[in-house]
């Protein structure tokens, strides 16, 4: 009879020794591998050139915080910002060049990207460019007193550093937010262009402006 009775005892031991090896299984992966946290944006980006609410919709909503390069922007006539989080990576540039071309001839004779399948020509007031699935380039002519004429040149580049994958949808906010970033470098923050109040509030029209 005792024989017999062990049995029992024997598989509720094993049964409780079972949960708490899975309980404690799932306690060292809950606190090992957290869940990931929603990302967080401040209220300006890339030294005030463009709004954390602008940006966001570029990255996840949860992943790696955000992370910023620059404290400040346009503060010369080549600059960059850095912005990454949750994997994804959208760099702003800047470039001025020698007005040896217009910025209008110089987009009526870069023809990178008539052709290829998925590109858009924008506009926002004089300033002329292209819109793209993983990029948008805007570019102004810049009359200055800090740096005299210029062709003032603004990118947004996008890169996920996982698997490539562009979030669909996205081309719009790369024209907006290359529209926002050539403002503040135009303005008084930046280049201090004479002609940077023209420059329209708002996102870039689709097509280039007949002259």
């Not at 922007?73 to 702003?92: I, T």
């Not at 949808?169 to 135009?186: C, I, P, Q, T, V």
Request: charged content about 20%; glycine content about 10%; overall charge positive.
């Amino acid at each position: 009879m005792t024989k017999v009775r062990k049995w029992p005892l024997l598989s509720l031991a094993a049964l409780i020794t079972l949960a708490g090896v899975a309980a404690g299984v799932f306690f060292w992966q809950n606190n090992t591998h957290p869940a990931p946290a929603e990302i967080t944006y401040p209220r300006k980006v890339c030294g005030g050139a463009l709004s954390g609410s602008a940006i966001s919709p570029l990255f996840p909503e949860k992943g790696k915080k955000f992370e910023d390069s620059k404290s400040t922007f346009a503060q010369s006539g080549v600059d960059d910002c850095m912005m990454a989080a949750g994997g994804r990576q959208v760099d702003l540039r800047l470039y001025s060049h020698l007005p040896n071309s217009s910025a209008a001839e110089r987009m009526a004779h870069s023809h990178t990207w008539d052709d290829a399948p998925g590109y858009t020509k924008i506009s926002l007031g004089a300033a002329v460019g292209y819109a793209g699935n993983r990029f948008a380039r805007l570019d102004f002519d810049c009359k200055s007193l800090l740096r005299g004429p210029s062709v003032l040149s603004i990118w947004i580049n996008y890169y996920d550093m996982k698997d490539n994958d562009v979030p669909p949808g996205k081309r719009e906010s790369f024209a907006a937010l290359a529209a926002d970033a050539l403002r503040f470098s135009a303005g008084k923050h930046g280049l201090q262009c004479e002609q940077a109040a023209e420059l329209p509030e708002g996102p870039p029209a689709l097509g280039w402006p007949h002259r």
